[in-house]
Nanobody
Framework: QVQLVESGGGLVQPGGSLRLSCTAS????????MAWYRQAPGKQRELVAS???????TYADSAKGRFTISRDNAKNTVFLQMNSLKPEDTAVYYC?????????????WGQGTQVTVSS
């Protein structure tokens, strides 16, 4: 059974930082593209950052320069370090694991963790 468990969300003031973690089980972690998405109220879910099997990282324009995605294959964990947080970063953040060899048939989501940026 595949599980992705996120942690690290919470309430933070504008300009503050948070570090999200997502630990996976039930998959061969190193073969998966790991990504963070977010969904704000009334908006579509959007990609924030991804980390490929080969080490390539990509970021949404809104995350560039402020967020950093990293992964520890030995611990089956992906991280999202978020700095200089803004109120518009408020959303539920979801961890995603995808094995691109299976064209969506091995694509999994975590339950989400709430991030609220407010003074």
């Amino acid at each position: 059974q595949v599980q992705l468990v996120e942690s690290g969300g919470g309430l933070v003031q504008p300009g503050g930082s948070l570090r999200l973690s997502c630990t996976a089980s039930g998959i061969t972690f190193s073969t998966y593209v790991m990504a963070w998405y977010r969904q704000a109220p009334g908006k579509q879910r959007e990609l924030v950052a991804s980390f490929s099997r080969g080490g390539t990282t990509t970021y949404a324009d809104s995350a560039k320069g402020r967020f950093t995605i990293s992964r520890d294959n030995a611990k089956n964990t992906v991280f999202l370090q978020m700095n200089s947080l803004k109120p518009e970063d408020t959303a539920v953040y979801y961890c995603n694991a995808d094995d691109p060899r299976y064209y969506g048939r091995k694509n999994y989501w975590g339950q989400g963790t709430q991030v609220t940026v407010s003074s």
